[in-house]
């Protein structure tokens, strides 16, 4: 019924955030991941080297290949 089917996703969602707190990544395969932005390394162009970009509590979405628009 329709308020299982909304228990069931209110679970899901729950669940993600709970992991995306921890600052883990979910992937839902064919759907796509949330990962959270990690440190990467960058350039800074003022003075020609590398940096460190920091990480950022930031969630960022990558569709999966069933989601993909091609």
Do not use: C, W, Y
Request: charged letters at 20%; a positive charge.
């Amino acid at each position: 019924s329709f308020n299982e089917a909304t228990n069931a996703v209110d679970a899901i969602m729950e669940t993600i955030a709970e992991t995306m707190h921890k600052g883990e990544s979910v992937t839902l395969v064919g759907f796509g991941s949330f990962v959270v932005q990690k440190a990467r390394n960058g350039h800074n162009s003022a003075t020609g080297g590398s940096m460190l970009i920091p990480a950022k509590r930031q969630v960022k979405f990558r569709p999966g290949s069933k989601m993909r628009l091609e």
